[in-house]
Structure formats: C-alpha cells, structure tokens
C-alpha cells in the first residue's frame, strides 16, 4: 500500500481511478518553479523559528535546488499516485534526503501552498504580459509614424462615415491596451499578498514569521484571515476579467485586419509569412493567425465563465472545487 501523506488513518488503499480522477498533477506541475521558491522560503522560516537546524536546512536547500534542476531536464517523474506538484516535490525530497524532508512540511498545508503558488505564478505572468503589451503598443506606434498622413475612410455601422487618418484608427487600439496594462497593474497589489502561514484554514500554532516570508518572497503584505486565505480566488477572477477585455480588443484589432486585408477591401496585405494556403485553392493566403487570435478570446472567456461558477455558492473555507 502506498502511503499518502494524509492516509494516516486510511486502511484501504486509493483505487486506481479515483488517483486518477483527482490528480491535477498534468495542469500543476507547471507551478513547480513557484512551489519550490515558496518552499525554500518556508525552509527559511521554519530555520529561523528553530524547528529546525542549520543542518537540516542545508540539506533541505540544497535537495530542493537538485529536484529543480532535475525536472528542467526532464528527468523527474511524473504520476497520479502523487496527486499534485506540492506532493511530488515532497516525496521525491524525502526521497533524496529522508524523513529530513518530511520536516517542510512542519504547520504548512497544501491550501496555503497552493494558494501561493497561484499568486507567485500569476505576479510573473502580469509583468510577462504587460511586457507584451508594451511591444505591441510600440508596433502600432511605429506603423501609425510610418503612416502618418495615410488617409482612409472611417466606419459607423460597418457604412464608410467620414474620412480619418490611418495613424488615427491604429492609436484607437494604443488607447485600449494602456487600459488593459492599467487595469493588470491595478491589479497587482490584490496578487501581492501573501497566504503562506494560514494552514489549512485555522492558522498554525508554530512560530512562523510571516512578515519574514513575505521580505524573502516578495510580497508586499500578509493575508489577514487564514480562512480567507486558503479560499479566496477573487484574485483569480479578476485577472481572468482584465485578460478577457484585453482578448476582446485584440479580437477587434484582428477582425479589422482580416476586413481589410480581404481582396473586397484591399487596404492592406498580410506578409506571407504570417498567413498559411490552401491545399486545394493555390491562390488563397489565409490570415490564420489573426483568426486563432480572435478566437482565442473565447477561451480566456470560457476559463473566467468557469471559475465564477466553480466560487459559486462555495462554502468556506477550502473545498476540492478549487482545484479546478
């Protein structure tokens, strides 16, 4: 019988099916970067509140930076008997080094970890796509000066209405992607707060210096409520509704260059290596990475529409729900 680390009162082992079904290891596993920093933090922290030794936290340190670099190399395994990226990076520590690495997980939960691990990842990905947004703000910029006094017809109703420059039109799409990068930078500072140290959901009774884990992960504040902790996504939610506004006008910028690449329009034409053809039609150039672009809109809507339904009527305080 494999020994889970909460199977401590279970006499019967976990059928093959239901690790299989409640394993979110083929999703999470990409929070592996995020788990480890927080663990090595908490290592830290429980070195610092003496729980454990110098010595054991050397061991831990150094096993945690092995088992990073061994799935960089794609040499770690992966497997639904482990359930999740907290377990596996746990029972492959104790793999390495013993019941040594059973001790990091001394007043910490997997609710708390989790919750971590999403606010680590999503804290980078905000600063990865404002980036983005920058360098696209930038294009436009450039190709509104190169077309400064291209004059082309403006559209009410899809009618021609009235003349407008080029430049004009692109730098409409300009002032909506600084809204988006304002509206994810507003965001931030609800990402930024740290849960690490609420446990499952009551706090725990170990001396954990929290304020200590936030300097040493980054984080400007502490969560206030262990059960809010553990619970709140609202986080979550509002990042997807920023990254659904952001699709929407990017799905809105692809439309129009569809339109107006289109022989019926003809005021612009997509280079060919940004188009794909046709196997049966030799003269066709397809804007295919605009359309998947546009499309690609209604999964960020899908993945906000899901998780307001998951949070729905969810009681306090952690449920399996969230793993979703």
């Not at 909460?6 to 299989?20: A, C, K, N, P, Y």
């Not at 110098?54 to 794609?74: H, N």
């Not at 502490?222 to 006008?249: K, P």
Request: net charge negative; with cysteine.
């Amino acid at each position: 019988m494999v020994e889970k680390p909460w199977g401590g009162r279970f006499t019967q082992e976990t059928d093959g099916l239901v690790e299989e079904f409640t394993s979110s290891i083929s999703f999470d596993k990409r929070l592996y970067r995020c788990d480890i920093k927080g663990s090595m933090a908490y290592c830290e922290a429980l070195a610092k509140a003496e729980i454990i030794s110098e010595g054991e936290k050397t061991k831990i340190l150094q096993a945690l930076r092995e088992i990073e670099k061994e799935i960089e190399r794609e040499e770690f395994t992966f497997s639904t008997r482990w359930e999740d990226i907290h377990m596996h990076i746990e029972q492959r520590l104790q793999e390495k080094i013993g019941e040594v690495g059973g001790k990091l997980h001394t007043g910490k939960s997997r609710n708390d970890q989790i919750s971590l691990d999403i606010r680590l990842y999503l804290k980078e990905e905000v600063y990865i796509i404002l980036d983005l947004l920058k360098g696209l703000q930038i294009a436009l910029v450039e190709q509104a000066a190169k077309h400064i006094d291209v004059i082309m017809p403006g559209y009410t109703h899809l009618r021609k209405a009235q003349p407008i420059l080029f430049s004009h039109h692109l730098m409409a799409y300009y002032e909506m992607l600084k809204r988006d990068a304002e509206r994810l930078r507003g965001a931030l500072p609800r990402i930024d707060i740290l849960p690490l140290g609420s446990g499952a959901l009551a706090g725990t009774p170990y001396p954990i210096d929290r304020e200590y884990l936030a300097r040493l992960l980054g984080f400007a504040e502490i969560s206030r409520n262990s059960i809010d902790a553990v619970s709140d996504r609202d986080f979550v939610v509002e990042f997807l509704c920023h990254c659904a506004l952001m699709m929407m006008h990017l799905s809105r910028l692809c439309e129009e260059f569809i339109i107006w690449s289109s022989p019926e329009f003809g005021f612009l034409r997509l280079p060919q290596s940004f188009c794909t053809g046709s196997s049966i039609m030799p003269q066709k150039e397809n804007p295919d990475v605009l359309e998947l672009i546009r499309a690609k809109g209604g999964r960020v809507y899908g993945a906000l529409l899901c998780l307001l339904t998951v949070l729905k009527a969810l009681p306090l305080a952690y449920n399996r729900d969230l793993q979703e």
